[in-house]
């Protein structure tokens, strides 16, 4: 035991459907572009393309159902994704084992300051101010893969006041959850705690004030998110 300097911050956590308890979250990885009908329209070519991964703050979660509209931006897009929650990590893990990992699955989103994240493209910087900003990981609960078994197919879709404007399935990911778990672990020490946000479907587009996300993963319960 420690004692500290400042007051201790409060650890980030996401609820577990159907108990009382809450996933602690340490780190939040990010694959970019892993729909190859999404990698198309950001203007990439998914056939060339080794896996890459950025990261969230684990602080940038936000459990609501609200996103407030964030500063200095003038184009913010909604990236739905399913979450997968790991419960043990390792390094160089096999992709064989790499689902022995997996604690369970939710469903979130990528909200991105677009205009930010493309002015930092061009300039050949980092997409930080783009993409980890205050609440910009919304996500539902987490449920146990006991419970759902292993969520490789399926509809992952998202709709703005009704109208669906993301609509793919689960194995249409270029790179695999057990392939992005084990390359992953190449590179890092994942561990327990360790969010992965999965990827994103064709469709991503601006969000505006007062409209409502309906987001939706086979398996999983929707996850409503309304714009303040």
């Known amino acids: 035991m420690f004692d500290y300097v400042i007051p201790t911050p409060i650890r980030p956590s996401l609820p577990v459907k159907g108990t009382s308890e809450r996933f602690p979250v340490r780190r939040i990885y990010c694959i970019g572009r892993n729909y190859a009908d999404h990698a198309i329209e950001m203007g990439h070519d998914p056939e060339k393309e080794p896996p890459f991964f950025f990261q969230k ?24 994704e399913m979450i997968v929650a790991l419960k043990r990590g390792g390094a160089n893990i096999e992709i064989a084992d790499a689902m022995q990992l997996v604690f369970g699955y ?7 300051r677009r205009d930010l994240q493309g002015e930092m493209k061009k300039l050949g910087r980092p997409w930080e101010i783009g ?8 996500m539902g609960p987490l449920v146990s893969i006991n419970e759902t078994g292993q ?12 109208t ?11 790179w695999k959850v057990p392939e992005q778990i084990a390359y992953l672990s190449r590179f890092y020490d994942i561990a327990a705690g ?9 469709g991503v587009g601006s969000i505006h004030l007062g409209e409502v996300m ?11 998110v309304k714009v303040v």
């Open 57 to 80: 703050n684990a602080e940038n979660i936000d459990s609501s159902g609200e996103f407030p509209y964030p500063p200095e931006t003038n184009d913010v897009h909604f990236e739905v």
């Open 106 to 112: 939710g469903v979130g989103l990528d909200m991105t």
């Open 131 to 138: 993409k980890a900003f205050e609440r910009s990981a919304p």
């Open 151 to 162: 969520l490789d197919s399926g509809v992952i879709s998202l709709s703005v006041d009704g």
């Open 164 to 174: 669906v404007r993301q609509n793919g399935d689960l194995n249409q990911m270029i």
């Open 194 to 202: 360790d969010l992965i946000m999965s990827g994103t479907p064709a």
């Open 214 to 224: 309906e987001c939706r993963v086979d398996g999983l319960d929707p996850f409503v």
